[in-house]
């Protein structure tokens, strides 16, 4: 049986992609890939990540629009800018931008 790992990043945290010009809010962790196989498949193969660690949920920008975003644990660098990201949901699920973390909304959460 795997052994599943702890995520590296938690709910809150401003994050960046390691190869692609864009940065997000963790707003949802899986432990393990959890999207479907056609997804997976359209990656190109030479950045392909593996499938057996955490996999982030983000409230992403990049500098002409906003989405969310399904990026491996491997992808992500802790963002150090200490700038807020500009995505119109992340007043409904986090409150203030501190030390590069946005703290969570009360009531809000698993």
């Not at 960046?16 to 707003?27: A, L």
């Not at 700038?83 to 909304?105: C, M, S, T, W």
């Amino acid at each position: 049986m795997p052994i599943a790992r702890q995520a590296k990043f938690p709910i809150g945290q401003v994050v960046r992609h390691r190869f692609y010009p864009f940065r997000g809010v963790v707003f949802d962790v899986d432990p393990e890939f959890a999207n479907t196989e056609e997804w997976y498949q359209s990656i190109p193969s030479h950045l392909r990540p593996r499938k057996d660690q955490p996999f982030y949920h983000l409230l992403a920008e990049n500098e002409h629009s906003s989405y969310v975003a399904y990026v491996s644990e491997q992808n992500l660098l802790p963002d150090e800018t200490g700038k807020p990201v500009n995505h119109p949901q992340i007043a409904e699920l986090f409150g203030e931008l501190a030390d590069g973390r946005y703290r969570r909304r009360p009531g809000l959460g698993h």
